[in-house]
């Protein structure tokens, strides 16, 4: 059995308190939340912390708010906390949906929506559904606080463009349109698998009751080294009548926008093919989603 290795373990009761120690530990410091993703690569020696600095104990971040223009997820927020929550569940649904398909109930209670973000796998389910919600990260250091878009944060597998020293607060999302439906699809060999063989996300807001499509979202995750927007599908739905025969066109052109690879969960030739068929059927949940949300 792989044991942890030696650390030392600070608790803080504050963001201010958290900051500080970050600072004054500098890179021998790595924040903890759940622990599901960082203690695995620490019974690995993949990563060695001299010190974790735990935000469990700083109620700040343990907020869902809904907001007059749109809502607020404290980075400490647990996946399950995100699945059932009526703030999400309602609005938010594609997120509560790739948040309810993240791992076992065993890990949702502990992982956390930020440690989601930070990791930054290819295939993590929580980062495609909040790109199409259009979220927006906060990050904060001693002295220093920034908002960058989740379109703009990921570098690419296991990077972001995140400083060490900084805490991800909050992930904000803007209130919805109306007539704007969502869904997202995870495929895997089973369900409580912890990494999608490919996921869809797709998210459409109409102009009207029966309307032309405003505005469209697709984000491919598993395809590409990093969750990607289907951008070619994205504008060959904008101003048109939503059909069936659309989407379809719309999902292949998606099948372009990915760059898959054959790998130990998939071929790449099966990946697209997944593409293809999760982008059409999260577009048409998408679209009745839409037409009941007035
Ligand atoms: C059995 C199992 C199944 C899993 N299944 C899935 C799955 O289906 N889908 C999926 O997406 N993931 C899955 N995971 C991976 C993992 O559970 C998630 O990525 C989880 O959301 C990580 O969150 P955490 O709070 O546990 O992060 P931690 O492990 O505590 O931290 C992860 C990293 O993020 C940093 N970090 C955490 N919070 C912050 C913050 N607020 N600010 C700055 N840095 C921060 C930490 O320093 C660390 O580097 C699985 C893991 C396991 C063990």
Redesign the pocket.
Known sequence: MLLLPKFDYEEPKSLQEALRVLSELKRKA???????????NMKKRAVVPGCLVS?RRIDALRLIERKRVSTEIG?HVT?SELASSEVITGALSVLARAASS???PL?RN???A???I??A?P???LPPALMVLGAKVVLKSKGKKRTVPLDGFFTGPGSTVMDHG???TKIVIPAPPAFTGGDYIKLGHRAAL??AIVAVASRITLDGPNGAIKDARIVLSSVAPKAVHAVSAERMLVGERPSERLFAEAAKRAVGDSSPIDDIRGGAGYRRDMVEALTRRTLLRALNDAAGNA
Not at 30 to 40: F, N, P, S
């Open positions: 790595k924040i903890i939340a759940g622990g599901t993703d960082l203690l695995v935000l980075s996946v993240l791992g076992s890990v502990r992982a956390t930020g440690g989601n930070v990791t796998r295939a993590a389910d900084e805490i991800l912890e990494i």
